[in-house]
């Protein structure tokens, strides 16, 4: 059995209905976590498979990224936000979700090379979404992104900043394993994650009660799921900046 660890939130709905309506099921032994568990799990060997935040790869002994899907945006991705009651150049204190390093990163080399801001950064925990206010802000990813940008004055698209100041796209999540696993089953794996992109209109309309957004239009438009040329250049770049 494969163990295989996956992202919680919305925007990876569509792989985990791949992996669990497909025969691949019946190979692996899939946990739902939060981006900082993934990575956890994968770099410490609790997990063989892991969708996991790009900012990370380093750490992974013997990374492979094995399918050519990831989590990515091509401009707004409108759930990893910069959330703030003033403007940028009025921000001192900033709160660190939690939940994700490659957000956490990205969102310090913006406000260090193109936000040219010198703000303090804060630790954070769960809960820490209700302490955004005055002159600190807070980064929020996932789903508590997408639910709370309404009830900022200020929203800032780490997605949108990166590729108005680079010119491409940003990924944030990939599959990768630390160990060699057979090409048959990763063959396989990524046929499942395939399957589930195509099933984002079924998909979509099963899970719009629970949302107040139009969920179609995010997992279509605000996020791309192909790991293609371009997107390959932008974490390498990424990756080199953060390094």
């Known amino acids: 059995?494969?163990?295989?660890?996956?992202?919680?939130?919305l925007n990876?709905?569509?792989?985990?209905?791949?992996?669990?309506?497909?025969?691949?099921?019946?190979?692996?032994d899939l946990s739902l976590d939060i981006p900082s568990v993934c990575a956890e799990k994968l770099i410490n060997g609790k997990v063989d498979i892991g969708l996991i935040p790009v900012a990370v790869l380093p750490l992974v002994k013997n990374a492979q990224i094995i399918t050519p899907f990831c989590i990515a945006s091509n401009?707004?991705?409108?759930?990893?936000?910069?959330l703030s009651q003033v403007a940028l150049n009025e921000i001192n204190q900033i709160w660190l979700d939690y939940q994700s390093r490659t957000s956490v990163m990205l969102a310090q080399l913006l406000a260090k090379d193109f936000w040219k801001i010198d703000v303090s950064w804060l630790p954070s925990e769960k809960g820490?979404?209700?302490?955004i206010e005055g002159k600190t802000a807070g980064i929020v990813i996932g789903d508590r992104a997408l639910a709370l940008k309404s009830s900022f004055k200020y929203v800032y698209d780490l997605a949108a900043e990166w590729k108005k100041h680079t010119?491409?796209?940003?990924?944030f999540a990939c599959w990768v394993c630390n160990k060699s696993l057979p090409e048959k089953f990763i063959?396989?794996?990524s046929h499942a994650l395939s399957r589930g992109i195509e099933m984002i209109p079924e998909l979509s309309?099963?899970?719009q009660p629970d949302y107040r957004f139009d969920v179609e239009s995010y997992l279509t438009e605000n996020i791309?799921?192909?790991?293609?040329?371009?997107k390959e250049q932008a974490l390498k770049l990424f990756l080199q900046q953060i390094s």
């Open 224 to 230: 791309d799921f192909r790991l293609n040329e371009q």
């Open 75 to 82: 401009g707004d991705v409108n759930s990893v936000l910069l």
């Open 205 to 207: 309309k099963q899970l």
């Open 167 to 171: 010119g491409l796209p940003f990924v």
């Open 187 to 189: 063959a396989a794996f």
């Open 1 to 9: 059995m494969i163990r295989v660890s996956v992202v919680s939130y």
């Open 128 to 131: 820490f979404e209700n302490r």
């Open 12 to 28: 990876s709905k569509p792989f985990v209905a791949g992996l669990t309506q497909n025969s691949i099921k019946a190979e692996i």
